[in-house]
């Protein structure tokens, strides 16, 4: 599908990993609203890319019926989430474990709800942020892999009711295969495995190869978007040496 004119939401769109995404997307002709809490990030994001904002907290219920109802998008990238609270599993605190569950994962669940339930438009694009812990663990990040891979499943979950009701929403996942360095998830990942092993985060940093700053990121997840081989796909892992990989086909 073609980016120019549509209408996107973003969530978590302010900084890191989210900004990058609006930047991509602005820069293909879509029409951007971008929703976060922080009201002085999304003034200086609404400055220099005239994007639309919305101040709110994912975690919010009504918000995000609100929002959807108000905006009706094309497209929902659903990416705000918490940085994990670094820890071993023998040595972490269960609030600190669940921290990504209360924020990610309760946030994800009421903006697929709403998704679901005003309805969005048939043929509407939702795209779920997961990550490669989701994948492959993360031993000192407490529940954030656990997560992850929650998020993944309630992307194909949706789908699935979106079949039973002929809605017409397709739901992906975005799962990125590497620690990303600026970003607050990045930077407290790296900072404590780097730790662990004895390195400077650069160090650490460049075991991944490639790197994949949020701007490449957002390119990626705009040819998602845009190109026609991707739209029957659910899952797909973006990484900055192999591009994008579709790690799963169609899920209903």
Partial sequence: ????????????????????????????????????????????????????????????????????????????????????????????????????????????????QAALNLPLKPGSRVLVGSSGAAVNGSPLSGGYAGAKRMLLIMARYANGISEQKQLGIRFQAIVPMQIIGGTGVGDAGANAYARAAGLKPEAFLARFGAPMPPRELGEKVVSVLDDPKYAEGFAFGLKGDTGITMLEGAAA
């Fill in 1 to 112: 599908m073609s980016l120019k004119d549509n209408h996107v939401i973003v969530t978590g769109g302010s900084r890191g990993l989210g900004l990058g995404m609006v930047e991509a997307l602005i820069a293909h002709g879509a029409r951007v609203t971008v929703v976060a809490r922080d009201a002085d990030a999304l003034e200086s994001v609404h400055a220099r890319l005239g994007v639309a904002t919305i101040s709110a907290d994912v975690t919010d219920e009504t918000a995000a019926h609100r929002i959807l109802g108000q905006v009706r998008p094309d497209i929902l990238v659903l990416n705000a989430g918490a940085a994990p609270r670094m820890g071993r599993l023998d040595q972490i605190s269960w609030a600190d474990f669940t921290a990504t569950w209360e924020t990610d994962v309760r946030g994800g669940l009421y903006w697929l």
